[in-house]
């Protein structure tokens, strides 16, 4: 009878046993995935090829800048999320091309594409050790998504097996300003 | 030595019943397949204009279509007198992360003469092409056809919209995406004639 329910148990255990493995076993994706290297505003992070400080979290309802020597103004049905930033390339030239705006709630949203040729971009223009640039990433997102995200910053969208800084952004955000001026924004 | 016979014999007949056994399954199953193919594909979902349509990572509302002499939204005429198919269409994005595969989302079917493939999608609200699509925030945007000079205008269009289904975790990096595109419902617009040139 003993037997019957050692060999029950075993059973059940191994049963157990592969459930657990199979459900918690990190995935290819997340094993390959990106290194993250947190940190908050103000604070300078260094990552494997770039280093990267944000400073300040700007909200707007309109962007006016000059792109290729035409006065833009763009709208949008959210809101504008400018921050800034210094990048520098440690030890060798990089392009560091991707600036991501990630919601409390996991949203990703890719640096806007619609601030094309606005001035002191930063991700469009190559990084040279020892010349750090000070510049704007910009993101459109949905109101619900400013509170709490996070920037993620790296150089590729999906790094794998490389550095991704996440810096954590303020949880209670200022309230958006109507129109910001990219020409008259003070970077310093 | 009788007894062994018999026993190879069974084997042999046991063997020979389980190949025949799985070919006529094969068989039936390869017969099965081709009739499911032969039958009429489904009906599509029909959808009305003005309607909103879930397409898994796409929400879109199409708006009417019209011809017009402008290749882009409120840009002047194009210089060769050509002719344009214009449609308005809300579209956002439900998934997770920015994204520009809305390009693949409509299909002409079936295909109109004289119209040229890889419409131009502009953004209203900039008057500029679209290059991605934000999650969260719809847009409204403006799909431009050019139609080949001489070409016969279409009475109407009819189009397909194509969805995709999320997957938590891919086949081959068990990462999450969106795939297996499907036709998700069709739509047949009436085409409006080129505005009076004022």
Redesign the interface.
Known sequence: MSGVFAKLGALVLAVMLLVGMQRYTP????ITGPIPLKGNLGETLTGRIFSVRGDKVLLAEKLRFKAYGREVE?????VFALVIARLEAQPASVNVGSAIWRSAQ?????A???VQGAPRLLGTDRLEPGLPQRGLFIF???R??VAGATLLVASSRWPRLDTQVEIALPAKPDIPAPLIDLGELAYE | MIVSWLAGLRQAVSSKLTIGIGGLLALAITSGQSLLEALEPPVLPALAAGAPLDAGRWRIVLHDARLTTQSRPDGSPAPDGAQFLALDLDIANRS???DNSFVRVLTVDPPVEGLQPNPTFW?L??K?ML??L??????RVQVVWRLTPGAKAPERLRLIVTGQTFKP?DNL???PGWFNPKPVAAAILPVTAAEAKP
Do not use: K, M
């Not at chain 1, 763009?74 to 959210?78: A, E, K, N, S």
């Open positions: 995935s290819y994706a997340e763009r709208d949008t049905g959210g996991g949203v990703r949203f890719v806007s594409p619609r459109e997102v949905p619900e998504a | 997770s992360e920015t953004l609200r900039d500029a290059s991605a934000q999650p969260g925030l719809p847009e975790r990096l068990a990462a």
